[in-house]
């Protein structure tokens, strides 16, 4: 397998104009505000009660395709010229991305190639074709991504979107945390501390960068699934890590083997630390949130509300701020999570 420094190498490299600062999220908030959902932000007395602390609730499964990532998708594709726009996009992701990728290339009428693994959710596999993608899977084991998606950038010309380690998809995801520091503000809180979900990192990334901004005493942590917690090691060692082969995990949306080269710097800066959360914890959150809140929350999304309700932090009798990051998951695996 290809070390994560060569296969960063078929992604354009835009580190060099790039800083994570809060003007660069306010600047891609202003671009895509009126694209977005701003999605709210709310408190319930069951959850408070479960995870001993007050729990502000921000449900991103709300957004446009069900995820936060329709939010780095707008961002992205907005700053397209002309010329890359008529060669189309081409990107990999195990589900949200190419969800959010399909839906707003077609709004722009974009052509863009979605890679995903064989092993993608059937949700996300039909909803990225039927949102206008066109879905090349791959096999997560024998075949790389970002080497596919670069030989079809070489052969068509498309620009590569890839999930997160871009500048312009993380600032896209900041606008979570933006939101998040004013929805909490309004309310008259102050956050003792905010978890996100973290695979590659952007999400946390772009968040931690806002609200250190305009909320600098909050913690930020990344919430991983147990045998995908590349960013907790990674930020307790200071150097990237890769994650064992062979590990397995309901959260199909976090299967990222190590941290990203532009979001781990980010995080490593920002973040008070990282979280992992296993099978049986993810599951009680997702049972909690169908039990008090009637929302259906997928694996990977709900992995900061399991932490908290498992003790991962100390969160007791704080303020803390919880994303619940997507919405996507099969049917029957969302029977057979939330009935466990």
């Known amino acids: ?60 499964m709300l957004q446009h395709t069900g995820s936060f990532k329709f939010r780095g998708a707008s961002n992205r594709v907005a ?35 979605i890679l995903m693994p064989s092993d993608a959710p059937r949700a996300k596999v039909e909803g990225a074709e039927r949102l206008g993608g066109t879905v090349r899977l791959y096999d997560r084991a024998t075949e790389v991504r970002e080497e596919i998606g670069a030989d079809i950038a070489a052969r068509t010309g498309a620009v590569i979107i890839p999930p997160y380690d871009d500048p312009h998809v993380i600032a896209g995801q900041g606008t979570v945390g933006l939101e998040l520091a004013e929805q909490a503000a309004a309310l008259g809180a102050q956050l003792d501390m905010a978890l996100f979900a973290c695979s590659g990192g952007g999400l946390v990334a772009g968040a931690a960068t806002a609200l250190k901004a305009r909320s600098p005493a909050t913690l930020v942590y990344s919430a991983e699934p147990a045998g995908f917690d590349d960013t907790a090691r990674s930020l307790a060692s200071g150097k990237p890590e890769r994650n064992a082969p062979g590990a397995t995990t309901l959260c199909d949306a976090l299967m990222v083997p190590t941290p990203g080269l532009l979001t781990f710097p980010i995080n490593r800066a920002l973040l008070a630390g990282g979280v992992a959360v296993t099978d049986d914890e993810v599951k009680a959150a997702m049972r909690l949130v169908y039990d008090t809140l009637k929302l259906v929350v997928e694996p990977g999304g709900v992995t900061p509300l399991a932490a908290v309700l498992a003790g991962k932090v100390d969160a007791k009798g704080k303020t803390v701020g919880v994303v619940l990051s997507g919405g996507n998951v099969d049917p029957d695996t969302y029977a057979a999570c939330i009935g466990a």
């Not at 600062?21 to 908030?29: C, F, K, L, P, S």
């Not at 009126?34 to 408190?43: A, D, H, N, S």
């Not at 010329?83 to 009428?109: D, F, K």
Request: charged content about 15%.
């Open 1 to 60: 397998m290809p070390s994560q420094s060569a296969l960063f190498s078929v992604i354009p490299d835009t580190s060099h104009v790039f800083a994570a600062t809060i003007a660069d999220v306010e600047a891609a908030y202003d671009r895509i505000s009126g694209q977005v959902i701003r999605t709210p932000l709310f408190e319930n007395a069951a959850i408070n009660a479960a995870c001993g602390a007050r729990i502000l609730i921000k449900p991103e």
């Open 79 to 113: 700053l397209m010229s002309a010329a890359e726009r008529a060669g189309g996009i081409v990107a990999w992701s195990s589900g949200n991305h190419a969800l959010a990728i399909s839906a707003v290339a077609a709004r722009h009428g974009i052509k863009a190639t």
